[in-house]
């Protein structure tokens, strides 16, 4: 399958360094399909107007283009409709939204919020300012050495000041994939609202918010091969029914006089001013192309590059790998004795691009005793010879540091 889904991103036809980018960094955001330049290329040059605005025709089929993505991202989803779909910039503005609504609305003090150890600074620094603001505490669930959660203290983390949790589906840092259900049940025993990080997890894996029962998923679309500057912040309808609005402007109200506004109903409530008409619809072509794919076949390719980078990896003298769950997706995070950005350095003389440095989780990397790690992720364009090309570098690098 993999070589015809890797032409069709026209970023791998640009030689680099003499041959094509072995681009193992999609955890950080991903290439584009054709399909998705397509799409905003569509949209910009026929379709392109304001939506929810003008009477006239071409607006009228920007919004339907607008609507249509939504309907696309709730069927992705598994959401009862697209009215629980609200546009916005990213993973990071949709817990920032939920922080500065929901949250506000419920905590107080002495009320907690627990997350787990894996979380990137996004799912930390917004809960962060909102117990600075309210009083209230964050509580942090532990996690083992190959990196995955301790449902134990999961269980007596959660007590009845546990107003929300919040926790990553897939750790960006480590590539585990995190127990949902049983995280999410014990959640609503308890009465708290439960939001999912989904950034890693929707390029890898099949999602479907009510078999999970969550109150919130979030995502972004550049890490799932759609533009950057659009996400996805799902709510349960009634709980958006009851949230205050984070923004104030246009297209959120119902009516506004200088004595009194009131606010649309969800989703309008949430998107004020003028979205990103075109990101959404990008967004939705690259949801179209990997449901093209399906989750069988990724998940598979996902398994068969996640076992072959993990055995080349470990015939590198004095590698480590961070984060060895049994449940993970094709992240490999590793330490040797070459600092991580001398070794990404060395690696992209050689054509391969990897992440070197925290993964904005620095928590986590506190806990494995380290200051960065060198991370290769993998997605649908990679392939063996990526991970060949990682494993010579890896090679090189230490002929050169340790000759
Ligand atoms: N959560 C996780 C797990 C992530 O990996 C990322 C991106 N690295 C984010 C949140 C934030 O995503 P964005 O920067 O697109 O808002």
């Known amino acids: 399958m993999n070589d015809e889904i890797r032409r069709q991103f026209p970023f791998f036809q640009q030689p680099n360094h003499g041959r094509e980018l072995a681009y193992l960094d999609s955890a950080a955001s991903a290439q584009k399909p054709q399909v998705v330049l397509d799409a905003l290329e569509r949209l910009y040059a026929r379709d392109y107007a304001n939506i929810h605005r003008g009477v006239y025709e071409l607006s009228a089929r920007a919004t339907r283009a607008h609507e249509g993505a939504r309907k696309t991202v709730a069927r992705f989803l598994g959401a009862r409709n697209s009215s629980e779909i609200i546009f916005v910039r990213g993973a990071t503005e949709a817990i920032n939204l939920l922080a500065n609504t929901i949250g506000r609305q419920r905590l107080g003090y002495g009320d907690e919020i627990l997350i787990t150890h894996m979380e990137h600074h996004a799912n930390i620094v917004p809960w962060q300012m909102l117990c600075e603001q309210t009083g209230a505490t964050l509580r942090v669930t532990e996690i083992n050495d190959q990196g995955e959660l301790d449902l134990d203290s999961y269980a007596a983390l959660l007590g009845p000041r546990t107003r929300i949790v919040s926790a990553t589906h897939v750790s960006n840092a480590l590539g585990t994939i995190n127990p949902l259900g049983e995280m ?81 109903e969800p989703p309008a409530r949430f998107e004020a001013g003028t979205p990103d008409i075109a990101g959404a619809v990008g967004l939705a072509a690259a949801i179209d192309f990997v449901e093209g794919i399906g989750f069988d076949a990724i998940q598979a390719h996902d398994a068969e590059l996640l076992a072959y980078g993990t055995k080349r990896l470990l015939e590198i003298p004095n590698l480590r790998l961070v984060g060895t769950a049994r449940e993970k997706v094709a992240v490999l995070s590793f330490v040797t004795d070459i600092h991580p950005h001398d070794l990404a350095t060395v690696l992209d003389k050689q054509g391969v691009a990897v992440r070197a440095g925290h993964h904005c989780a620095q928590p986590l990397m506190e806990r494995f005793g380290v200051a960065a790690t060198t991370r290769a992720s993998l997605c649908v364009f990679n392939n063996k010879a990526d991970l060949d090309a990682l494993a010579d570098g890896l090679l090189e690098a230490r002929r050169i540091f340790h000759p």
Do not use: N, W
């Open 184 to 264: 999410i049940r014990l959640a609503h025993e308890r009465d708290a609202l439960f939001v999912v990080d989904g950034a890693q997890a929707v390029p890898h894996l099949p999602v479907d918010v009510r078999e999970l029962d969550c109150d919130f998923y979030v995502f972004s679309g550049h890490k799932l091969y759609g533009p950057t500057g659009i996400g996805v912040l799902y709510g349960k309808q009634e709980l958006l029914a009851e949230m205050p609005p984070y923004q104030g402007g246009g297209d959120m109200i119902a009516s506004v006089t200088f004595a009194q506004t009131t606010y649309a």
